[in-house]
């Protein structure tokens, strides 16, 4: 019994990260055992498609692919033409971020928590914090990095909130999970705001932790509470919360990219013009 | 060391491993809600079953994997885990002679217990949030007791290993 009391003057501190990763050495292929089978029962439903639907799906990817390498142009001109103007402005602008892809492991840790783990670590340099999206929008942020798999925190998670901003006008708000999957709460926008149902929320990269310019959600509904100085707003997530199994672990680039040799050239235009 | 008093370790680890299996499966939302402590069930029955071997040492133990398995504070599930092996500890010899509902009672007030100090330590929003689904747990887990005893008491009782 005494033990007990040692383990409720340890909780108190941080200490235990370590005891926390070796044991979780031994916990990790129990995980592995639970996601077995879906995994498997997966594997085996793609290996017994036809030759045909394959070939459909292959064609119908190549086609995407070339729709989006031909926006990728557009883009990279744009991204080009961004940078200028900011360079006009005198301003850095962060830019190319790295990511990882890290698969889920289907496991529920605890019913009332939308926590996920996926199958990367501290071996693959994953570290807390770090922004997790899919190929809709934001998922969530590293919580807890373990050595070979690392628990990741859904935006929905009603102990999560992420900093965002309306894609329309930039107006800044927090966006709060709910506990339901596919639902997060702003609970700071006063009933004049001015937002519409159908709003594109993207990050707004306040905080620090999620990279700026990612679609999270769409207005889905606006209460307006004459009553109180706030109005009650819910949203959707756009990423697929529920459904995506491959996920996108972000690094931020640290050090803003250099405005390299285009600032210098509009330096020289102006010296030119006076 | 004679057959007869071989203790199974062997089933007994594996009805734990399963047992965190269970837990931390990824069952369908509305269910998950429903799904009990399955590896306190399991400790309560080795505990009850074989209580010189099975103590508050290994229910510790196995709380304190539980939580590093399930993303808990350290600690947390390692102390319900042993407080509850230690009340079946007191009461087994009573326990044992006690039908399956009257074992059910004590489990149902066992598992309450537990949930009982999970929800006083974290104090958390999430579980405020959770409101009573928090709760079903300990009513599903009393409801598969006779489930968890009945199948562990076969295969331990399998070959008469004891």
């Given at each position: ?22 044991l979780s050495?031994i916990t990790y292929p129990i995980q592995s055992i639970t996601d077995w089978p879906l ?66 492991l289907s496991v529920n840790l605890a019913p009332f928590e939308?926590v996920v783990v ?31 798999n690392?628990e ?123 | ?12 680890f594996l009805s734990i491993i399963f047992a965190m299996c269970l837990n931390i499966a990824a069952w369908p939302q509305?269910m998950a809600q429903f799904n009990p402590n399955w590896i306190l069930l399991v400790v309560i029955y080795w ?12 229910a510790?133990t196995i709380g304190l994997l539980t939580d590093v398995l399930t993303g808990r504070m350290?600690?947390l599930n390692a102390?319900t885990n042993?407080?509850v ?22 489990i149902?007030?066992c598992l309450?217990?537990s949930q009982?100090?999970i ?14 689904t928090f709760?079903l747990p300990v009513?599903t887990g009393t409801f598969f007791w006779?489930l968890v005893?009945?199948s562990l ?10």
């Amino acid at each position: 019994m005494a033990s007990i009391a040692l383990l409720v003057a340890e909780r108190k501190s941080s200490q235990l990260d370590k005891l926390r990763s070796v044991l979780s050495m031994i916990t990790y292929p129990i995980q592995s055992i639970t996601d077995w089978p879906l995994h498997h029962s997966k594997e085996t439903v793609e290996s017994i498609k036809s030759l045909y639907s394959l070939k459909e799906e292959n064609e119908r990817l190549s086609q995407e692919q070339l729709i989006y390498k031909s926006q990728l142009l557009k883009y990279e001109a744009l991204e080009k033409e961004n940078i200028r103007l900011r360079a006009l402005l005198e301003k850095s602008f962060k830019l190319g971020e790295q990511v990882l892809v890290a698969e889920l492991l289907s496991v529920n840790l605890a019913p009332f928590e939308h926590v996920v783990v996926v199958d990367k670590g501290t071996r693959f340099g994953v570290h807390a914090q770090q922004a997790v999206l899919d190929a809709y929008g934001v998922v969530g942020q590293v919580y807890r990095a373990l050595p070979l798999n690392s628990e990741i925190m859904l935006i929905t998670d009603p102990g999560h909130a992420i900093p965002v901003q309306i894609n329309r006008n930039g107006l800044r708000t927090i966006a709060v999970g709910s506990g339901r999957i596919n639902r997060l709460i702003l609970p700071y926008l006063a009933n004049n705001a001015d937002i519409k149902e159908g709003d594109l929320l993207i990050s707004s990269g306040l905080g620090g932790i999620f990279p700026q310019g990612y679609p999270v959600a769409v207005v889905e509904k606006i209460i307006l509470q004459p009553n109180k100085p706030f109005a009650e707003i819910y949203a959707t997530p756009k990423a697929q919360l529920n459904r995506s199994r491959e996920l996108l672990i972000v690094w931020k680039s640290e050090a803003p990219i250099p405005l390299e040799t285009q600032e210098t050239d509009q330096a020289d235009e102006n010296h030119a013009e006076e | 060391m004679p057959k007869n008093n071989a203790f199974g370790y062997g089933r007994y680890f594996l009805s734990i491993i399963f047992a965190m299996c269970l837990n931390i499966a990824a069952w369908p939302q509305p269910m998950a809600q429903f799904n009990p402590n399955w590896i306190l069930l399991v400790v309560i029955y080795w505990v009850l079953a074989a209580p010189e071997r099975v103590g508050i040492f290994s229910a510790w133990t196995i709380g304190l994997l539980t939580d590093v398995l399930t993303g808990r504070m350290l600690g947390l599930n390692a102390l319900t885990n042993s407080l509850v092996a230690f009340l079946c500890l007191r009461l087994h010899k009573r326990l044992r002679q006690y039908p399956i509902l009257q074992q059910g009672l004590f489990i149902f007030f066992c598992l309450l217990v537990s949930q009982f100090l999970i929800f006083w330590i974290t104090d958390s929003q999430t579980i405020a949030r959770a409101s009573y689904t928090f709760w079903l747990p300990v009513l599903t887990g009393t409801f598969f007791w006779p489930l968890v005893f009945f199948s562990l008491r076969a295969i331990r009782l399998y070959r008469r290993i004891r």
